[in-house]
């Protein structure tokens, strides 16, 4: 077993998603067998192998990092749950 | 009334014999007669006809006038909502349109509405969505089959011939696998040749749009028109897009196919490999040599994608917290609460068990033993397909493990799911682009595809052999 009921609902924690009991089990036993399953990999020898981090074949265009005038905050408002004055507003966070 | 190709429905148009409010009018209404299959998450007659008012106006010789397109709910879309099968987006309205989606739009296409998909793109069988379950078209009544996933709706959509197009986009197969299931043609290009921008993002180092179309030559027009060069995507190909459609060549004397044997897997049904054989024959008989060649890391394929994808997916899901866009839980009593209960409102099952997956996979005293070796092994897959490509210049393998499965099929165990994309996975690791056409049936009748992949941009040998071997069906 990788992981226990404390390192899922660490895990969780870390990504900000509440987990029932019920579910912590569920994931628990779900991922163990993942993890399991990827154990795999290290039947693989990767000595000296370069981690493939962009699969593009061709070099990563750039571009002249230019100031560009946008004024889209209205537009950028607009999705959001709840705002206040031209900000996101969230609930109390200094008392 | 049924049109087989953009072609034949350009010309229509073209000499007056039909006007694209008739066009419209006939989706529309084939649309409404197939509700049931729940292929469109979001259908709108008035939007519709707003685009036929401009669509009129525009010169015939805008290559994709009038042309129906369905669009997979992840591209963003200005004028219809954009939920990407989550409940998390299920008010979101971009201010912004897609590139491939404005690319198209260019061209005089007319969107008939979103589709159906799996949560964020994370499934094999479109039924991880917050919308309910797509239904395969080819299903008879009263036994429903899964339309493959993730691009599931939009594989359906064209099956169904509620359109004559369908974009879709491709992680591990989400473009490759669904056509299959569906019978219909559906290709996933090289990585980079369709910039990702306005695609509501799942692991960016594999997410690739493409389409899905009737026929192998409108595949090869739509590919060209959604393809090009965006700064706004750094990965983007800046790579000139040739004229796919009238190059198409039948001719595949000489060309060398590689036929993997690590793509022969105990447990594949006999009519799998049947039908691999006969493509294998024809393409032999039409002039083209087979040979057989070793992609040795195929089997960690699975493993390093299950690895990969989810870590990206956990970061780029990172962005759904309630505050600037989505869903927002009520009653929250902290910040920390809201995104808490915000993200496990929001996120159905699968979506979760990947981003928990990532998350672990990424932390600390972890990221060596997973993510960097995963990355390792990636590299060797990649460099399996580079030495295959100085031997042959085709790659022909079966698509998916089987035909379109029950759609109430249990699907408790995730390893069993994920197996559905044990022949996509490798050249999606890899970059490389593949395409998948309908090519023979099991013994039920259900259609099989066949996968033809290639070396990075070179979607016209490619689309080549598809059209050669499409042949053996007309």
Known sequence: ?95 | MEFQSISQLKLLLDDNKISVKEIAQTYIKKIKEKKDLNIFIYFNEDKIYDQVKLIEKISNDNSLKGIPIAVKDLFCTKNMPTTAGSKILENFNPTYESFVTQKLINQGSMFVGKTNLDEFAMGSATNTSYFGDTINPLSNEGSPLAPGGSSGGSAAAVAADLCLGATGTDTGGSIRQPASFCGVVGIKPTYGICSRWGIVAFASSLDQAGIFSKNVTDASILLKEMAGHDLRDSTSSNVKIPNFSENLNIDLKGKKIGIPKEYTIDGISDEINEVWEQAIKSLEQKGAIIEHISLPHTKYALPTYYIIAPAEASSNLARYDGVKYGHRAENAKSLDDMYELTRSEGFGKEVKRRILIGTYVLSAGYYDAYYLKAQKVRKLIADDFVKAFKECDLILTPTAPSAAFPLNEKQDDPIKMYLNDVFTVPASLAGIPGISIPYGKDKNGLPLGIQLLSKHFNEQEIFNAAFALEKDYE
């Open chain 1, 1 to 95: 077993m990788k992981l226990n009921t404390n390192t899922i609902n660490k895990i969780a924690k870390l990504a900000r998603i509440r987990l029932s009991e019920k579910e912590a089990d569920e994931f628990l036993k779900d991922i163990n067998s993942i993890l399991d399953w990827v154990e795999q990999l290290n039947e693989v020898n990767t000595d000296n192998v370069e981690p493939l981090t962009n699969i593009s074949s061709s070099a990563l265009t750039k571009r002249r990092d230019e100031n560009q005038d946008i004024n889209s905050s209205d537009e950028i408002l607009q999705n959001s749950p709840d705002k206040l004055e031209g900000y996101f507003a969230v609930p109390k966070v200094v008392e």
